[in-house]
């Protein structure tokens, strides 16, 4: 009996170590079913019965569990490659008019649709910074000295 107690410690322990080390919630099922099975060892229950309880315990609440706990998960968004381009500056290509519809930026050797903070109207060439992204626009506003 003492080999199977120092067995179920030595899981439970691993299995803690491991989702310690991920901190994903890929093993504390496998530790509280060690805890399962190390309890039916205590009450002298054969090694067939500890491994059914650690197996039943472990996948019930891996089942029960796991898509609660996904749905609480904060999934974060990869930043777009355009993020990147926010607080340079950019040359306008197209004059940037909202009433005409227009307006286009260069940034990078990237040309993108652009649309002024403020509203004004950027004429062609004028240095602009970009202030942030909108899908496929560049809000951008006049640059300072410009």
Known sequence: ?????????????LAVA????????VSIWFAIGAVGAFIGALADLGFTGQL????????????????FLAKLRVKQTPPMNADK??????VVIETVDAAMGTGRVRTNG??????????EILEARTIVTVTHVDGA??????????
């Open 85 to 90: 381009d926010i607080g340079k500056q950019a």
């Open 137 to 146: 626009k560049l809000i951008v506003r006049r640059a300072p000295g410009n």
């Open 1 to 13: 009996m003492v080999g199977y107690l120092i067995f179920w410690g030595v899981i439970f322990v």
């Open 52 to 67: 059914g309880v650690f197996v039943l315990v472990s996948l019930l609440l891996l089942l029960v569990t796991r898509p």
């Open 18 to 25: 491991m989702e310690v080390a991920s901190m994903q919630l």
């Open 110 to 119: 990237v040309d993108w649709i652009a649309v002024s903070e403020t509203g």
